[in-house]
């Protein structure tokens, strides 16, 4: 069945459906919420020629609607809080707009081989580049509230765990700016597990030895420069609506597998080995070896060497 078949079908259910649920008193809101959406029906049609499987562009329909009607109920069910919200946004605006900035850093010990860092970006600007003596430095810049850090120890093994104080993130009124540095100590083997938001990533790993970097992230858009310092360097990218450019060293060989959905892909100096799946010609003889695996949806990315 071609999707332009049904696709105003689905509309006029939808919209059959809000009213049934109106009547019914099963659900209440303010029908001006649907002219606040019409940008909607303009998203719809993007899907409707975009090319890509019937099922595809179905379920994100769905998705798209189901967050319409969500938008339209939540909007109305908060209505009659209105005076609280206001009185909230004045006490927000009164506050300090100075900036809050936060450094800290963890000790190195020469018993440490290994370590692990678990960073919860959440949203801004993170860089990750530079050396250090300490096992690890942090360093702030910005108007968001500060991290949180745990360091648990385990014989040779260190591991550091950061993420925003309280589990969430609060924008203080001004540039809303959230720059951070990070250096690491380029003794140990280090695994990098980073949960990230609506970010900038520049990480320039070449001065460490990395055995595995996993990133979950969405909205963001991540520089990765990969080194050689380690024989084996595993990489693991889950992403949605980003950009991802990656850069390995020429000499490295490098098996990268994908799996992605409407999404652009820029790969270069690779060899298709099957569906989704590419190496690098010297990946049997090279000493030291990447494994590559992107898993990312409407996003584009790249895989270049230098």
Same mark, same amino acid.
């Given at each position: 069945?071609?999707?332009?078949?049904?696709?105003?079908?689905?509309?006029?259910? #939808?919209?059959?459906?809000?009213?049934?649920?109106?009547?019914?008193?099963?659900?209440?809101?303010?029908?001006?919420?649907?002219?606040?959406?019409?940008?909607?029906?303009?998203?719809?049609?993007?899907?409707?020629?975009?090319?890509?499987?019937?099922?595809?562009?179905?379920?994100?329909?769905?998705?798209?609607?189901?967050?319409?009607?969500? #938008?339209?109920?939540?909007?109305?069910?908060?209505?009659?809080?209105? @005076? !609280?919200?206001?009185?909230?946004?004045?006490?927000?605006?009164?506050?300090?707009?100075?900036?809050?900035? @936060?450094?800290?850093?963890?000790?190195?010990?020469?018993?440490?081989?290994?370590?692990?860092?678990?960073?919860? +970006?959440?949203?801004?600007?993170?860089?990750?580049?530079?050396?250090?003596?300490?096992?690890?430095?942090?360093?702030?810049?910005?108007?968001?509230?500060?991290? !949180?850090?745990?360091?648990?120890?385990?014989?040779?093994?260190?591991?550091?765990?950061?993420?925003?104080?309280?589990?969430?993130?609060?924008?203080?009124?001004?540039?809303?700016?959230?720059?951070?540095?990070?250096?690491?100590?380029?003794?140990?083997?280090?695994?990098?597990?980073?949960?990230?938001?609506?970010? +900038?990533?520049?990480?320039?790993?070449?001065?460490?030895?990395?055995?595995?970097?996993?990133?979950?992230?969405?909205?963001?858009?991540?520089?990765?420069?990969?080194?050689?310092?380690?024989?084996?360097?595993?990489?693991?990218?889950?992403?949605?609506?980003?950009?991802?450019?990656?850069?390995?060293?020429?000499?490295?060989?490098?098996?990268? @597998?994908?799996?992605?959905?409407?999404?652009?892909?820029?790969?270069?100096?690779?060899?298709?080995?099957?569906?989704?799946?590419?190496?690098?010609?010297?990946?049997?003889?090279?000493?030291?070896?990447?494994?590559?695996?992107?898993?990312?949806?409407?996003?584009?990315?790249?895989?270049?060497?230098?």
């Amino acid at each position: 069945m071609k999707f332009r078949n049904i696709f105003w079908g689905v509309i006029l259910i #939808f919209v059959g459906v809000l009213f049934i649920l109106q009547n019914l008193h099963l659900i209440h809101f303010d029908w001006m919420n649907l002219w606040r959406l019409w940008p909607v029906v303009l998203v719809l049609w993007g899907v409707s020629i975009l090319p890509a499987n019937s099922w595809i562009k179905l379920v994100l329909t769905l998705v798209i609607l189901g967050a319409s009607i969500f #938008f339209m109920v939540d909007q109305t069910s908060h209505w009659d809080d209105y @005076q !609280s919200r206001t009185e909230w946004w004045d006490d927000w605006d009164r506050e300090d707009k100075t900036t809050i900035d @936060q450094y800290f850093d963890v000790p190195f010990e020469d018993s440490v081989n290994e370590a692990t860092l678990v960073l919860d +970006a959440a949203a801004g600007a993170f860089l990750i580049n530079e050396t250090t003596d300490q096992l690890l430095e942090f360093d702030k810049r910005g108007s968001w509230n500060n991290y !949180s850090y745990l360091v648990k120890k385990l014989d040779d093994k260190t591991e550091v765990m950061i993420e925003p104080e309280g589990g969430n993130i609060k924008i203080r009124k001004g540039k809303n700016k959230n720059d951070i540095n990070i250096s690491l100590n380029d003794y140990p083997v280090w695994e990098i597990n980073m949960d990230v938001g609506a970010s +900038a990533m520049d990480i320039d790993l070449t001065p460490y030895k990395v055995k595995k970097l996993d990133i979950d992230g969405g909205a963001a858009a991540f520089e990765i420069r990969l080194g050689d310092k380690f024989p084996e360097t595993h990489v693991n990218i889950d992403a949605g609506a980003s950009s991802i450019e990656i850069k390995i060293p020429e000499t490295s060989g490098c098996d990268l @597998q994908t799996s992605s959905v409407l999404s652009g892909c820029d790969i270069n100096g690779f060899e298709k080995i099957d569906h989704g799946h590419y190496k690098t010609e010297n990946f049997d003889n090279a000493s030291h070896k990447i494994f590559i695996n992107i898993d990312a949806a409407i996003s584009s990315y790249s895989v270049t060497r230098y």
